[in-house]
């Protein structure tokens, strides 16, 4: 859609989604390293896993945001090219880096706190109720 209403293309070449998909894995795979990493370091409190991973997402925010920014003026650079496929790529790539920098740091710790999250039970009584 966004190639259709700018650059008057309806169809992408046949390797834009490729090389999109190539660039965001990469820097997804990035943000997962660098969460897992603060995740398990912030484990050795014997917190929650739910507290665990917003105070992960919290500390690592910086460096996804700042990364996600460096990637996308690399890739904006593309633009005056020229050359359809850049362009078509570099839209594409700054198209998914905002939902990536946007909509990954908030499902992930709302994913993991759904999960793990037992209310406001402590483990006394969740133990208590078991019994």
Partial sequence: ?????????????????????????????????FLMMKYREFGADGERPSVNIVRASEV?????????????????????????TLIQVALAVIIGLIILVLIIPILIPAAIHLTYDRGKLSDDDTKEEDE
């Fill in 1 to 33: 859609m966004v190639s259709g209403a700018f650059l008057g293309e309806k169809m992408l070449t046949w390797n834009t989604p490729f090389f999109a998909f190539v660039m965001l894995i990469a820097l997804g795979v990035d943000y997962s390293i």
């Fill in 60 to 84: 690592i925010g910086a460096v996804v945001l700042s990364a996600a920014l460096i990637l996308g003026g690399t890739f904006a650079a593309l633009m005056p090219s020229g050359v359809l």
